[in-house]
């Protein structure tokens, strides 16, 4: 959060008055609300969201904070700061109140940083997408603000699942989008009533609305679009004895690469993934997916050594279409080409020399 406070006197619509009394002084910033003057006429204070109505205070709910009185003054703190560009309604005794906080000229906005997967070609049986922003949101109705819209500009029902608890990082910056599953998996209700989402060989949208905010909640400038195109569906498991290895160099930190056969979903592989010397010990580094998701990437911390290293995959790293290296996400009854397996974690071995 921002340690720098913006004080300002409020353009102030006062419904009604308290007689008699000197005028109160008002301030504000994002952290709190202070009021100073004859403070001893002052009982409790209460912020709305919005511009409230007199007659609407009652079955209106106020936000969550604290009132600190001091000797000179009455602070209101909220548990969240205020928004830059919210409206408000401070109630006080008698009084009502409406206050903004206006943008600062130096605002970074939100902007979406990258999207994944980023290949403009995908499977019709695509099942998620990561939105990465470039500072947290406000998860409160994101999805509402994503949509996925054909060629000829009509937004696809049905595509997005609304998920009540937002799919949102610890740092609140990737957002995760499921594709509805029920209309991408084959013998669901979903899917034969409404068919699958993406029909093969058209062309899609993925757009963000700009109406989404920051966890100041400020808006985006601009919306964000991302055009791809939509092939046929992938129900092959990925099999890691199709990959490549590029084995960096002895005494180097350069970069262990692993050519995949095909693009992987983002969310599943970063923490998935672990390196082992000829002792067991965890070869500690970070991982990057590149080049439209088909390479791996690891980065290790400390020079490499001459040794024997194993690479282990956890079962759940998974393609585009959410088959991982154990099952396939949707396959026919009837259908016996790919088996579920039930191995604990798969292995690729080199050397460096």
Not at 162 to 185: A, C, Y
Not at 260 to 286: F, R
Request: charged share 20%; glycine share 4%; hydrophobic share 40%.
């Amino acid at each position: 959060m921002k340690h720098f406070f913006y004080i300002l006197l409020v353009s102030i619509s006062v419904v009604s008055k308290i007689c008699a009394q000197s005028a109160l002084d008002f301030t504000l910033s994002e952290n709190q609300i202070v009021i100073k003057n004859d403070i001893s006429t002052v009982e409790n204070i209460f912020v709305f969201k919005g511009e409230i109505a007199k007659d609407k205070l009652a079955s209106s709910s106020p936000i969550l904070g604290k009132t600190i009185r001091l000797e000179k003054e009455i602070q209101f703190i909220p548990l969240v700061q205020f928004g830059w560009n919210q409206k408000y309604t401070v109630v006080y005794n008698d009084t009502i109140r409406y206050f903004s906080l206006p943008i600062p000229k130096n605002y970074e906005f939100l902007t979406v940083s990258e999207i994944y997967p980023s290949a403009s070609a995908l499977p019709s049986n695509l099942l998620k997408w990561y939105i990465k922003f470039s500072k947290p949101i406000n998860t409160v109705q994101a999805y509402n603000h994503i949509k996925l819209v054909s060629a000829n500009g009509d937004t696809l029902s049905r595509a997005i699942l609304p998920l009540e608890n937002v799919l949102i990082s610890e740092d609140g910056t990737l957002l995760t989008v499921w594709m509805e599953p029920g209309r991408q998996k084959r013998g669901l209700i979903p899917n034969e009533q409404l068919g699958v989402i993406f029909s093969e060989q058209e062309s899609y949208h993925l757009i963000i609305s700009k109406e989404i905010k920051d966890d100041n909640g400020v808006s985006m400038n601009e919306e964000y679009t991302h055009p791809f195109m939509i092939t046929t569906a992938d129900r092959v498991k990925p099999n890691i004895h199709d990959w490549k290895l590029n084995i960096p160099k002895g005494n180097s930190v350069s970069n262990l690469l692993i050519q995949c056969a095909e693009p992987l979903d983002y969310g599943s592989c970063i923490d998935n993934i672990t390196v082992l010397d000829s002792n067991q010990i965890e070869v500690k580094g970070n991982w990057k997916l590149i080049d439209k998701e088909t390479v791996l990437s690891f980065t290790p911390f400390k020079p490499w050594k001459n040794d024997n290293y194993q690479i282990l995959f956890k079962p759940s790293i998974e393609d585009l279409a959410g088959n991982n290296l154990n099952r396939l996400f949707d396959s026919e009854i009837n259908d016996n080409s790919n088996k579920m397996t039930t191995l604990e974690s798969y292995k690729l071995k080199f050397v460096i020399k």
